[in-house]
């Protein structure tokens, strides 16, 4: 089977919706399939590469909100021909993402092609302050309706996301497929004090760790303002690592923090060592979230979570089990990290439970069967 996968971003450029796309690019692919990758040039790549064993075809785009906070991309006007020409080629048609034009054309091409198409919905919706989020509102009915109805399938990566697609399209025939995780790569530390040595990170500080894109939904102020409250302990830390629109603000506000630590990117390869030197990870959004890749990979390597109760993560978190649902505030986020780092015991059970709620469940060959069973239904 000759599978089309449409996506307005895509790794080298960081993200969820990214990584979810390109976890099902190499697992379909290792299952035999053709795989063929339609997607923006928003890294000024190779517009077209091999990677693995499937193929990448990038089209030039450019994001005019990206200084706001959306990741809404325009692409170049020979991306319909593109679709078109690889539409012909493929058996099915697989976009993510519901609000983005890239998705619509897909939807349209597959429509004239007589092609089967699938949309992946990640997130839930995204509270931007006015008027970006009327504008969203509208994109939803304008541009989102449309693909979300023309989908075979609409796959949602959590219950939240399919409560939040069916407020958009009542109509959309929706299934609910978990994201999943690389349970070797994200594992817990077998020597905490040697992985802090590697990475610099002082040995006598309980670390607060969390990776976001640095923007407005993500709520890293929340974070922020946890420190300040949290200023006078000396023996506790707060890294972030990424990058957003937001991240000079984030550098300015936090200039004054000395428990306060701006990573910035952090690649892939050495992602899983953060988390490996982390006591405790923190998922601070605002709203949006779908079902958080980095809340799965924190579980992954033994790493309790507080999260906002801000979508999916409910799904995943339980209460005194592998981590906390808090509201999202700054108190909320204080209080638990303080009975985290007071309480070494309690701390040592949520760990342990971390990476059973995990395991045989939320990996990504589970995910691909799941996805081919479907695609094949």
Known sequence: MNILIVTHSFPPHPGGIERVAYEQAKGLAGQGHGVCVVTSNRDNVLPEEGMESFHVTRVPCFNPLWGFGPAYIFFHPRLPYILAEKTRWADVVLAHGHPYLSSFLAARAARKAGKPFFLVQHNTFIEYPFPLNWLERLNDWLVGRYSLS???????????????VKTVCPAARTVVLYNGVDLQKFAPAKDKATVRKTLGIPLDKFVVFTVRTLSFKNGIDFLLGAARQLKDREDLLFLVAGNGPDKAKILAAASGLPNFRVLGFVSDEQLPAHYQ????????????????LAVLEALSSGLPVIATDAGGQREIIQNEVNGFLVKPDVQAIVEKARLLQADRPLLSRLSLNARKCIEGKLDWLHHIQQMIEMVNG
């Open 277 to 292: 030197a982390a006591d405790l990870f923190v998922l601070p959004s605002r709203s949006g979230e779908g079902f958080p």
């Open 150 to 164: 023309a989908a075979k399938k609409v796959v949602c990566v959590s219950k939240a996301t399919e409560t939040y």
